[in-house]
């Protein structure tokens, strides 16, 4: 079996078995992530000497009956913006070249005391601020299913570790869609918990009203495992989870504008694997989100900008102008505006509340379109904002909302299937998630 590429989960179970070492698996890792063509377009740094050291911890407990969870001696890779101590943390962005924080972040040292392994430090779109994972300035990693193609972003480098088996799974962070969108157009799943319910102490902020971190990996309980590793609770039981019985609504309108046909395609084979596997299917299209996506520009720019302005402003020729400008957007929203956008969002996330109250889930495509050509993206500014903006559209709308929504694969390359659940109900949505995962494996 080829352990590199196992899930997550299948590597604990090998490692409380015996038939897996921690060590020799971690040094599998490392020297596949050195020798890899696009290695060093992938990891901004890995971390060898702590990865052995608590690859050694790891066998040692196996050894001795004492693993302290399921992932205990499994390897992980971590988005550049997640703080580990004594490690450069730069968060894709030239601005911080050199930031080196003196403690983990929160959810990695959640994580290592479960007994995870910090593999390294995977690349990023420049401070989390593009759904593309295009980034001139540090390094752009390859579509794990087309090197040409764009990888997804912000947490780029940690998707495509994954899919290239450069690690067992990968944490990033999602402001509107930077942990969903590049999982989707890698092959893999991405889950984004409910705002607020992952510690966000040492990750470099982007928008503190909208951020959190969460994993990437090959299945859903990968994803349920480790939300519970980062979170320092347990994971959801997803014995007896099937899809005959699921109650799920599928958001019309907004999330197909311009909708590309490979996405429409996948996404609807895969709602009919779901009703012929006995999920009651329900179609709506309700007016606020439309209104609500309408907010965002109004939200996310001015609270990014207000955290990086002094950073930017005193070295603007250090980033990339698409994300600049992006950036800069912040600075025409007035503050009465911001605040009236917010007073709307809280009537509109009430109002979503009463509309899908029942529903086990709220279906919609991940991204309304593929994977788009990395040097164009480069080369044309005007494409790189279009393209940017359409990729975020629909997972915006569960970060705006404050749910928790997971993607999974389709049997089409590169398109997802997202499921959204209700704020808090990050359990039950995993639990969901795996019982559609049943019906579109």
């Known amino acids: 079996m080829d352990w590199q590429r196992a899930s997550a989960t299948a590597q604990g179970r090998a490692i409380m078995a015996g038939l897996l070492d921690p060590v020799d698996l971690t040094e599998a890792y490392l020297d596949a992530a050195r020798r890899h063509p696009y290695g060093r377009r992938i990891y901004a740094r890995l971390t060898p000497e702590r990865a052995r050291s608590e690859a050694i911890s790891a066998h040692d407990r196996a050894k001795d009956g004492l693993r302290r969870s399921l992932l205990d001696g499994v390897t992980l ?55 593309l994972g295009l980034n001139p300035r540090t390094a752009t ?33 999602d ?58 609770s347990r994971a959801p039981d997803l014995r007896g989870a099937v899809p005959s019985g699921l109650n799920l609504l599928v958001l019309e309108g907004a999330p197909f504008d311009q909708i590309e046909q490979g996405p429409a395609t996948a996404f609807e084979a895969a ?15 309700p007016d606020i989100i439309p209104r609500m996506l309408d907010l965002s520009p109004t939200l996310f720019a001015p609270e990014a900008y207000a955290l990086w302005r002094d950073q930017i402003e005193a070295a603007p020729e250090l980033m990339h102008k698409p994300i600049l400008e992006r950036f800069r957007g912040g600075k025409a929203v ?37 994977p788009p ?45 997202m499921a959204m659940g209700g704020a808090g109900g990050d359990l039950a949505l995993l639990r969901t998630a795996a019982a559609m995962e049943q019906a579109l494996a």
């Not at 940690?158 to 899919?163: E, H, L, T």
């Open 77 to 131: 890779s971590w988005k550049d913006n997640i703080d580990s101590a004594r490690t450069p943390t730069e968060a894709g962005s030239r601005l911080l070249e050199g930031r080196t924080p003196d403690a983990d972040a929160a959810v990695l040292a959640n994580a290592t005391a479960a007994g995870a392994i910090c593999l390294g430090k995977t690349h990023m779109t420049e401070l989390a601020f593009s759904g």
């Open 373 to 417: 050509d990395a040097e164009r993206l480069t080369r044309d500014e005007d494409y790189f904002v279009h393209a940017n903006l359409l990729t975020l559209r629909n997972t915006r709308i569960g970060n705006l909302l404050g749910l928790p929504a997971i993607t999974l694969p389709t049997a089409s390359p590169g398109c997802g299937i």
């Open 271 to 285: 709602v009919d694997r779901l009703a012929q596997s006995g999920a009651r299917i329900s179609r709506a299209a």
């Open 175 to 232: 402001t509107g869609g930077s942990i969903r969108v590049p999982a989707a157009w890698n092959g893999l799943c991405g889950f984004k918990p409910t705002h607020g319910a992952v510690p966000d102490v040492g990750v470099v902020p982007l928008c503190r009203r909208f951020d959190v971190t969460g994993p990437i990996a090959r299945n859903v309980e990968d994803c349920a495992e480790l939300f519970a590793l980062i979170t320092a």
């Open 141 to 173: 990693p390859p579509n794990a299913l087309d090197p040409a193609l764009a990888p997804g972003g912000s947490s780029s480098g940690a998707a495509v570790s994954v899919a290239l088996g450069l690690a067992a799974a990968a944490i990033g962070s």
């Open 334 to 370: 007035s503050a009465p505006d911001y605040i009236a956008g917010w007073e709307t969002l809280h009537r509109c996330r009430t109002e979503w509340a009463v509309t899908v109250a029942g529903f086990d889930a709220v279906i919609l495509p991940t991204v309304p379109i593929l």
